[in-house]
């Protein structure tokens, strides 16, 4: 049987090697998708901050009312 063996390593050295090497891959994708969703949250807020003060005092355009539950006065205390 073949065994590509170039590193000179032996078969739990090549085990741990690999696993380690899957576990810094996985790692790194985790980074990526943490720093990437810190960064869209960022310019966002960047955005946010570019706006005029008075627009944060204006109600919201979105109609929400739907989701308001109103109750009837009683006069019940």
Do not use: C
């Amino acid at each position: 049987m073949n065994d590509h063996n170039i590193t000179g390593l032996g078969h739990k050295s090549q085990l741990f090697a690999g696993v380690t090497w899957l576990m810094l891959k996985g790692a790194g994708y985790a980074a990526i998708t943490i720093i990437g969703v810190w960064l869209i949250i960022a310019v966002i807020a960047g955005i946010g901050r570019l706006l005029p003060a008075e627009s944060r005092d204006t109600p919201d355009p979105t109609p929400t009312s739907f989701l308001m539950i109103t109750t009837p006065d009683t006069g019940i205390a």
